[in-house]
């Protein structure tokens, strides 16, 4: 990678990006999901791409099972596996209507997908067979992992806490704190909650522990706003990454801005320069080192009059001024 602080990948997909995602132990890999049915593996370090392969239709999410194997799914409703190393791909399932959400858990050695058919689903990736289909009540926008827990949020702006060592009813339902449709969620990676978006420019910070001492710490807050005169225009705030040193995490916004946050001090760290377009995800590698940003046009406005903004891949060398809290 260049001495730069910041590099644009080559050979990105001609259609919106809908998810960016670092390996979990090598820092240089990210795995690339897009609109236009491809799943891609880059080397950021040398800027190349290493792999590709396809699905039928749009692909809404992939991430890696562990340095050599990814897992993808989209609106074909096909949950498909690939080992990375020889580009061999397979497929562990299907859903009933598009997959929204896909994630491993190295703690129950479970492949998750969440779909818009109101379900989740687990796997076994090496039988290659569903071993729990989980009902949400509602379509699954969005869900992410920590050691112990699922959370899912769906439509309706319901979030579900799952127990992943006994998935047979959920630990937790909740109502979003935010009015409006629930966008992100991810979990802080000391255990102790998770961050949730929606499209109206705003943030909550919740905990688990239900106890009132506790609860009365969770807040919420305002960001990916611009004022133009006297209206301010909000932004979905389509991503969020925590940074696994530092317990800080970073936004991206239809405003094409990322910020970086300190949730539990409550500050905003730093701004990056605005980015040509929405930002549509978000990964920290998992040293901290770099931060992925896609920067893709999301449909917010329509067609726009002056043409479609490239689709482009960041990667942003990470300075640990602009994620330790201070």
Partial sequence: MAESSEIKLKSTPGDGISAVRFCPNTTPYLIVSSWDGSVRLYDCFSNNQRLRYNHERAVLDACFQDSTHSLSGGLDGILKTCDLTNNSESVLGTHQDAI????????????????????IKSWDSRAKSCVGTHIQGDSVYTMALNEEKLVVGTAGRRT?????????????????SLKYQTRCIKCFPSRQGFVLSS??????????????EVQKKKYAFKCHRVKEGDIECCYSVN????????????????????????????????????????????SFSFDGSLLAIASSYMYEQGEPQTGIPEDAIYIRKVQEHEVKPK
């Fill in 160 to 176: 579900l806490v799952w127990d992943l060592r006994n998935m047979s009813t959920p630990i937790q339902k909740r109502e979003s």
């Fill in 199 to 212: 499209i109206e420019g705003r943030v909550a910070v919740e905990y688990f522990d239900p106890s009132p």
């Fill in 100 to 119: 929204r959400c896909v994630e491993y858990s190295s703690t129950v050695n479970q492949v998750f997908s969440g779909s818009w058919d109101a379900s």
């Fill in 239 to 282: 991503a969020i990454s925590f940074h696994n040193g530092f317990n800080t995490f970073a936004t991206g916004g239809s405003d094409g801005h990322v910020n970086i946050w300190d949730g539990f001090n409550k500050k905003r760290l730093c701004q990056y320069r605005r980015y040509p377009t929405s930002i549509s995800s978000l």
